[in-house]
């Protein structure tokens, strides 16, 4: 984060996308990506109850324990998951959405339904501009 948007986030100030400097860019990078948007899909259907990481990871098909452990890691440094472990052998880690990430789960939720509603559109598109429609897995 750079010094004026730690500044700008200090005193409440709201982001500016448009502002090359701002941390909105990181923040929009980190939350928009598929694993984001399934993983607090997952945590909001099972709010208020927490879920263990192998249960996420079993109702988010095609992801890796690797990109799943990066995306939890990523929701919990921005303060959208709370993260508790159990000292157990082996640990018993449990994750749930933060208030916050419950409202981010309300802004996501329009944009799964767009995507759901308009993907044959989209699939036309590419089509009909020469471009493959890709359906193979994606571990990314």
Aim: net charge positive; glycine share 8%.
């Amino acid at each position: 984060m750079t010094t004026r948007g730690a500044r700008a986030a200090g005193r409440g100030v709201r982001g500016d996308l448009f502002d090359p400097h701002c941390p909105t860019r990181q923040l929009l990078d980190r939350i928009g990506t598929k694993w984001t948007s399934m993983a607090v899909k997952t945590l909001a259907d099972a709010a208020p109850d927490e879920v263990r990481f192998a249960e996420l990871r079993r109702r988010m098909p095609g992801v890796s324990q690797k990109m799943l452990s990066v995306t939890l890691r990523s929701l919990t440094r921005d303060g959208l998951v709370s993260r508790r472990v159990e000292p157990t052998v082996p640990p018993r880690v449990f994750y749930r959405l933060t208030g916050l990430g419950l409202s981010l789960e309300a802004a996501l939720a329009g944009l799964r339904t767009w995507a759901e509603e308009h993907m044959a559109e989209i699939d036309r598109a590419n089509e009909a501009n020469g471009q493959e429609v890709d359906e193979g897995p994606d571990t990314t």
